[in-house]
């Protein structure tokens, strides 16, 4: 299978993840690296851009899921941006629409932060 | 065959032998009647003792009587043989002086011990001749063979050719000279002789299977037969010139080729004495490493292992104690010794380490001649029973070291240079079977680890149904196939009443023993809930509740609850982030895509208020299809998925065939599109069909 990649932007107080490829079982942990990271910096104002992800399993969902709450109660969160149709199937039959805030594009994503 | 070459050898050896003794015996007859005159008798006789000599000499080149005998013993049986031969040679000298020969009534009446002496002195020297051969045969090179041929046939025409000797006995020089002398042509070959057998003495390459003493001793032996054979020179022609000059100068010329090679071999023992004793070091080091992986092998239990190397280390290097530390995460900690106490050795742990250190960093094997003045433990505590010298050398598997081993004497300078190199290829040797012993441990933890998985896998393929419900108005087919040996798919009916029937499927995030654990909590919840629930939505909802509790907060399942009622004749369908049902009439088929959030995700208030219920009212040749998401993403060797589109097509166009042959036709068709492509998840899935009150007429 393609490989995976996980890239970091910062804007501002905001932090851009793009991730890009395959995240599965294998490769969710280094998704789950680059988020500790910027839990560590105290980075909590996070964009995941997946424009460029191709599939994403259980495991990778479950990375987002283990970080969410700890994330909200510090008064941050996660917001998705620019995902494929394919990947948006994924994420909306298992309801994330309801817990995360999905956006067309990753400009929306952090103006909603510079909103609220 | 190969029994049958040594008999046939045997047997040749034995006719030739008696063809041998036979002529002898006739040789002596006609000696004995017709006394030493007579031109015709002597011809004779001679002929006789030529056809003797050549059964004699063939045997000898044919035969390798003392083939199994070992070279010590050969040695002695040699050294007997010449000893014997010298004895003969002297009696026959010393009963027969020359003037016997000017005597004729006294030399016909010894004749027949004089055959008799003569023919056992040349019997003597053919066994010695055979003897000779299995010693320069010891790893014969090429041209081995040929040469002792060709010796071989240098003795035998030397001898014959003194039957052309013209001239009378008193001629003859009785001294050294003897050894070449005749004619031009017998000189000549006589010379040709003495050069092959000097060929044949570079051939003594058992002289390297002697030990030290066994080396000094032969150097003895072999100074002694040598004289004894030099003294027997002036002797051998004298009265057995007159009984045969064949037989004679048979007798000389083999003792020539005794002396030769004699000379040669002590030459060469000589030559290898000052490197004796090393040689038997280095014969010893390596029969000791032969040993030691012999032993060490065959060890597969680490406590055990440890055991056997340092006795092994004890015996080989002959020392007083010894211990190994072996090596975890860079900590050094004792695994066994002997011949020292461990108190001793944690008194001395300060010392230990640094010297440790040394040897990490210097990878080679350190010897210490004299512990109490060497710099690691000059200044360290001196416990009682302390000191000596000590090898020290790392065990070490590739790049990597495993721990160290020591070695040590209670006396100072008890080790010699040449220990280190031993010592090193022990060390080695240990590795390697600590190696071999882990390898072991590793593939049997593999085995049990495998049995457990496979355990694992037949206790959750029990979880899933065991048996289709039996219901008047539904066909019920499911199936699961999965990838790793513990899946996280799963589905279950419930049967409640005759009217009602509970199909859920579901799908644990992850794989392995956690999702198998939530997999059976989960039919426990569903098979005990199920009856007191109406709505799918209720029991989801309390599912939900019931895992994000407990839940790891990475993991979350999703599921399709399918409610048939009946009675109501009607299906309530909820679905917690699950792949959709499908509901197929005809050829039509509708993906029901309420919204609901997957298992454990969300809290009870989030969760409920999204998931939504629907009912669908049932009508005869409904069917109902429910799946997992690896059915979908199934990929074939270009890297497509198989994918929605593609399943929405198979089922409208599967017909009206009966829902165990769909659900075959399914897998057929999904295996065709993956073709050599490994499956990468598990693939669940339920066919449901409603076939109304047509069973009821039936």
Redesign the interface.
Known sequence: MSGFEVKRKDVETISVIYLKGYLD?HTAPDFEKSLQTLVDEDRIRIVVNLAELNYI???G???F??FI?DIRNKGGDIKLAELTEKVFRVFD????P??YDILENEQDAIAKYEEG | MKIGQTSMRTWSGMILTIVFLVAAALHVTIFSLSGASGWISKSVQEILAFCALLAGIIWVNRQFCFENMGLVQKLRLLSGLVLFFWGIIKLVSGAYPLEIYYDTAAFGRSIIWLALQISLAVIVCLLLLCILKTLVFVQPGRGTSRSFMLMMIMVFTASVSSFFYTGSVEDLDFGQAFFFSGNPFQITIQIVLAFSALIIGFRCKWIHYLNKTQKLSTTGLGIGLMVLLFSLIPYVPGVAMHYSYILCYFIKNALLVFIIYGNMALLGLLLQLPSAGLMDRRTNDIRSLQQISAIIGTVYDRGDLIKKALEQALEILQADFTWIDLKEEDHYSLAACSGIETVLLKRLETQLKLLRGVIEDKDEVMLIHDIHRDRFFRHGPRPYLWGGSLLVAPIRFKHEIRGMMFAGKREPFGFVEESRGLFRAFCNQVAIAFENARLVEISIEREVYKEELRVAHQAQMRLLPQRTPELPELEVSGFCLTANDIG?DFYDYVEIGKHRLDVVIG?V???GAAAAFYMAELKGIIQSLAAHFKSPRAMLIQINDFLKNHM?????V?MLYLMFDLTRQQVLVAR?????AGHIQGNEVRWIEK????LG??DHE?FSS?LEEEKIPLVPGDRFFLYTDGLIEIRNPEGDEFGTGRLTEMLQHAGAQPVQAMNKMIRDDIGQFAAEATQQ?DMTAVMIEYTGNKHHSK
């Open positions: 079982a399993s259980s495991a969902l479950g990375v899921m283990g709450e039959l298992l309801g994330f309801v817990l | 996280g799908d995030s992850g794989k790891e907060r990475n993991m979350f999703t917690a982030g699950h792949e959709p919204n609901g959030i997957g995700l969300a989030l999204s998840d």
